[in-house]
């Protein structure tokens, strides 16, 4: 685990998510707006999210609703844009998330220094979005055919709006999953995005791999977050940050602050 202080300069690091709005493709895009609309928004919150002392931020194409699981070319090429522009202004590290595709988000990683990227990179569900199939494989093949091993693979194994197609439990998906893909983390989600991950969950895949680092993946908030990092080695975050706590509102810079300072109190 110790790339995980090596990238975040910190123990117990909380990555912010940095929520794009819908871009060219999506059907919430505002074309009156345009990409300059989608860039300023996505300044406006990256830089409310490291005024308010984040460790890291990921970049995600959130409002790319309802997900592929195979993105077009023209989103990947948005949010390249967008992380380009971005780019001088970006004082933490960062990673990248193109919903859901895991080829996207390392080819994303690859093209725009991206250190990490969350994805789900394994298992079979019957999801929101269809049957979700995955061939891992074939992504760490492609991660070291574009030159990508530096980047971080961050699994989520309790993906969102999804469930395993054959019944498995959470300590067997873990185990085998360190072992056979050996990944950078393990992710735990709740059902939806801002979605409370389940604290039993998280303490059993942690016990399952305790050399793995495992992060609690949504839901993670101030009333709870002494609760989380009590057992995850960090934390994913990007609701509760929104103002009023609202996924779709944009950074509340004080919200941001108040839950910085809570983790550096139990950071000790």
Same mark, same amino acid.
């Given at each position: 685990?110790?790339?995980? *202080?090596? $990238? =975040?300069?910190? #123990?117990?690091?909380?990555?912010?998510?940095?929520?794009? *709005? /819908?871009?060219?493709? @999506?059907? %919430?895009?505002?074309?009156?707006?345009?990409? #300059?609309?989608?860039? @300023?928004?996505?300044? #406006?919150?990256?830089? &409310?999210?490291? /005024?308010? %002392?984040?460790d890291a931020v990921m970049f995600s194409n959130e409002a790319s609703l309802p997900y592929l699981t195979k993105v077009e070319t023209i989103t990947t090429a948005c949010m390249a844009r967008v992380i380009t522009e971005l780019r001088p202004e970006i004082r933490v590290p960062f990673g990248v998330n193109v919903l859901w595709d895991p080829a996207a988000s390392i080819d994303l990683a690859v093209a725009t220094g991206g250190q990490f990227v969350r994805e789900i990179f394994t298992g079979v569900y019957a999801s929101d979005y269809g049957m979700w199939n995955t061939n891992c494989g074939e992504i760490i093949r492609h991660q070291y055919a574009v030159h990508g091993q530096h980047v971080k693979l961050l699994f989520n194994i309790v993906p969102e709006s999804a469930v395993y197609m054959a019944e498995r439990h959470i300590v067997d998906i873990a185990k085998?999953?360190? =072992?056979? !893909? *050996?990944?950078? &983390? $393990?992710?735990?989600?709740?059902?939806?995005?801002? &979605? #409370? &991950? !389940? $604290? @039993?969950?998280l303490r059993q895949v942690k016990a399952a791999v305790p050399e793995t680092v495992v992060l609690a993946n949504t839901g993670v908030r101030l009333s709870n977050v002494d609760e989380m990092l009590a057992v995850a080695d960090g934390a994913i975050v990007g609701t509760t940050f929104k103002r009023d706590g609202y996924i779709w509102n944009d950074v509340d810079t004080d919200r941001v602050k108040a839950f910085m300072d809570k983790v550096h109190t139990l950071r000790g």
């Open positions: 685990m110790i790339w995980l *202080k090596d $990238l =975040f300069h910190t #123990e117990k690091p909380i990555i912010a998510m940095c929520h794009l *709005k /819908a871009m060219p493709g @999506d059907p %919430g895009y505002d074309a009156q707006g345009g990409m #300059e609309a989608v860039v @300023d928004s996505a300044r #406006e919150n990256l830089l &409310a999210l490291q /005024a308010g %002392g984040v085998s999953t360190v =072992f056979v !893909s *050996k990944p950078d &983390a $393990l992710c735990v989600s709740g059902i939806t995005a801002g &979605a #409370e &991950a !389940s $604290l @039993d969950t």
